[in-house]
C-alpha cells in the first residue's frame, strides 16, 4: 500500500501534485527506528565510557567493580551539584543518598537480636548472638564504622556481641567530636552494670573499625591505654584499611592507587579537609606535599615517623620515590593544626604510647591508597614490642568486606569479612 498528498479540487477530487509525494508507508517508521537506534547506540557507548576505567587484572570481579564505582561517582556527582545549587551540602546530600539505598534498620533474627539505642547520648546498634552453654559471658566488639567520617552505615557482623558504633557526622559535627563520641560510647559500655546487663566478659573486649572507622579505633585505643581510670581495659584492636595519617599523599599506594575505586587520592584528600572544616584551596597543594615540605618547621618532628622508605618491604615500595617539597605551604599547617595531632593521625603517635596497645589485627588491600598506612603502623607497632597480624589481600580494593551481599557481592568481601572473623574467634 502507498499513501498519496494531493491537492483537494471542487467536488472532493484529488489530483496528484506536479512534484513526487508519495511514498510507501513503511519508510517514516523504518526511518524513527533507525534514529532510535543510532541514539540507542550512543547512549550505551556513553554509558560505557562512563563506567570502564583500567583495572589492575589482579583486582576481584573487575567488571562489577567498575559498575559499584561509576554508582559511587554517579551519586558524588549529583550531590556536588545540589550543593553547586545552594541547597544542601554535597556530604549531607551524599549521605541521603546513600541512607536511601543501603542503611538498614534494625531487624533481628533467630540468630541474632538487633537493637537500636544509646550509651551516654551516641547512637549505637547492638547485635546479640545466642548464649552458649559453654560460654556464660559473651566475647564482645565494639565496631566504628567507616564513611570518612561523613557517611553513615549501620552495617553490622554477626559476632557473640557487636556494638556499633553510630558517631556524629561531618559536616555537622568536626574533629575532635567523633572521637569524643566513640570514647564516650566506649567507657558507657565497659561500665561494669552495663557490661553485665549485655552478659559481656570484661577480659575478652576488642576495639574495631573499617577505614575512617579503624582511625577513630587506632586514636580510641591509643588514648585508652593512657586512661588510668579505666578499669576495664582492651584485650585486642582489628583496623580494616583503616586511613591512619594525612601528612603523605605520595606513598607508593597512593601513587599507584590515585585513581583506583573506591577512594581515589583526591577524594581521601576532601575528605581530610572536610574531617578539619578546612579550604577546599588546599586540597591540590596537599595532594603533592606542600603541606609538609621541608620549610614547614611544625612537621619536622613526625617525618621520620613517616619515612615509608624504612617502614615498607621493597615489594611495596617498588620503584616508587619519596614525594619530598624544599619548599611549600606553611599557611597549611598553620590553619590545620590538626594534622599532626596523633588523634587525627594515629600513625604519627610516640613509641612510648604504642608500646601499650594490646595485640593488634590489621587488613589491607592491594588497589587502596590506604594500604602503606596499615602496612607503616603495623611495622611501627612491631617495633613498639606489640603483636600484630597483618592479613594482606592482592586482589582487595578500599571498602571490599563491606560488599558481601548480592548485587554488591565480591568474592574478595567475603575473604576479608571471613578470615577478620577468624582471627577474631582465635584470639578474643
Not at 550543593?83 to 541512607?99: D, E, Q, R, T
Not at 618532628?301 to 606553611?330: E, I
Amino acid at each position: 500500500m502507498s499513501s498519496c498528498r494531493g491537492e483537494k479540487l471542487a467536488g472532493g477530487l484529488r489530483v496528484a501534485s506536479s512534484f513526487p509525494l508519495c511514498q510507501p508507508a513503511g519508510e517514516p517508521s523504518r526511518g524513527k527506528m533507525r534514529s532510535s537506534c543510532v541514539l540507542l547506540t550512543a547512549l550505551v557507548a556513553l554509558a560505557a565510557y562512563y563506567v570502564y576505567i583500567p583495572l589492575p587484572g589482579s583486582v576481584s570481579d573487575p567488571w562489577k567493580l567498575m559498575l559499584l564505582d561509576a554508582t559511587f561517582r554517579g551519586a558524588q556527582q549529583v550531590s556536588n551539584l545540589i550543593h553547586y545549587l545552594g541547597l544542601s551540602h554535597h556530604l549531607l546530600a551524599l549521605n541521603f543518598i546513600i541512607v536511601s539505598f543501603g542503611k538498614k534498620s534494625a531487624w533481628s533474627s533467630a540468630r541474632v537480636k538487633v537493637t537500636d539505642t544509646d550509651f551516654d547520648g551516641v547512637e549505637v546498634r547492638v547485635f546479640e548472638g545466642p548464649p552458649k552453654p559453654e560460654e556464660p559471658l559473651k566475647r564482645s566488639v565494639v565496631y566504628i564504622h567507616g564513611g570518612g567520617w561523613a557517611l553513615a552505615s549501620a552495617n553490622g557482623l554477626l559476632l557473640w556481641l557487636a556494638l556499633g558504633e553510630i558517631y556524629r557526622l561531618v559536616p555537622k559535627v568536626y574533629f575532635p567530636e567523633q572521637i569524643h563520641d566513640v570514647v564516650r560510647a566506649t567507657k558507657y559500655f565497659l561500665k561494669p552494670e552495663v557490661l553485665q546487663k549485655y552478659m559481656v566478659d570484661p577480659g575478652r573486649i576488642c576495639i574495631s573499625g573499617d577505614s575512617a572507622g579503624g582511625n577513630l579505633a587506632a586514636a580510641l585505643g591509643q588514648q585508652f591505654t593512657q586512661d588510668a581510670s579505666l578499669k576495664n581495659k582492651l584485650k585486642l584492636q582489628a583496623l580494616i584499611y583503616p586511613v591512619l595519617q594525612a601528612l603523605d599523599f605520595n606513598t607508593p599506594s597512593y601513587q599507584q592507587n590515585v585513581n583506583t575505586p573506591i577512594l581515589p587520592r583526591y577524594v581521601m584528600v576532601k575528605y581530610w579537609v572536610d574531617y578539619f572544616k578546612g579550604n577546599y584551596d588546599f586540597v591540590q597543594a596537599m595532594i603533592v606535599n606542600n603541606h609538609t615540605s621541608l620549610d614547614v618547621e611544625e612537621a619536622a618532628a613526625v617525618r621520620a615517623r613517616l619515612n615509608w622508605t624504612s617502614l615498607l618491604p621493597a615489594s611495596f615500595t617498588k620503584n616508587y620515590k619519596p614525594v619530598v617539597q624544599t619548599t611549600g605551604n606553611a599557611r597549611i599547617v598553620q590553619e590545620l593544626p590538626q594534622l599532626l595531632d596523633a588523634r587525627s593521625a594515629p600513625l604519627i603517635a610516640d613509641q612510648a604510647v604504642l608500646q601499650l596497645l594490646p595485640k593488634t589485627y590489621i587488613l589491607t588491600c592491594e588497589h587502596d591508597v590506604l594500604r602503606d598506612d596499615g602496612i607503616m603502623y603495623a611495622k611501627r607497632l612491631e617495633s613498639a614490642g606489640v603483636e600484630v597480624t597483618l592479613d594482606h589481600f592482592e586482589d582487595g580494593f578500599h571498602g571490599c568486606m563491606i560488599f558481601t551481599s548480592w548485587p554488591t557481592n565480591f568474592s574478595v568481601g567475603i575473604r576479608t569479612r571471613n578470615s577478620y572473623i577468624k582471627w577474631l574467634d582465635q584470639n578474643l
